[in-house]
């Protein structure tokens, strides 16, 4: 986890230039992703410039490039829930009457 604050913005810009670099690395063309991906050449060449896309569109590319497992893992919750029912709880004590 990284201790920089990034506005959302930034990250959808560094997904946008990571997702660029990988299509470039597969040696595919703005409109030949576009069109395996099931959408626009200007769609996909506004999100490679401002990071806007939807999120569909985002996983159909992410699918394309072969990183559609990454996407997957994208809220994935690995810690196990703290449970209030432990045994180091300890019963409540009610205030004593005098």
């Known amino acids: 986890m990284s ?5 959302p913005k930034e990250v959808s810009l560094e997904i946008a230039s990571r997702l660029k670099e990988r299509r470039l ?21 506004r999100f ?8 569909v569109s985002l996983l159909n590319i992410a699918l394309v490039l072969d990183c559609l497992d990454e996407c997957d893992r994208l809220f ?6 703290v449970s209030l029912f432990t045994d180091e709880a300890k019963p409540k004590k009610r205030g004593s009457i005098k």
């Open 25 to 45: 690395a597969q040696n595919l063309t703005q409109a030949g992703l576009a069109l395996r991906a099931g959408m626009s050449t200007p769609s996909l060449k």
């Open 48 to 55: 490679e410039k401002t990071g806007e896309i939807s999120f």
């Open 76 to 81: 994935e919750n690995n810690n196990k829930p």
């Open 3 to 7: 201790l920089l604050l990034k506005t």
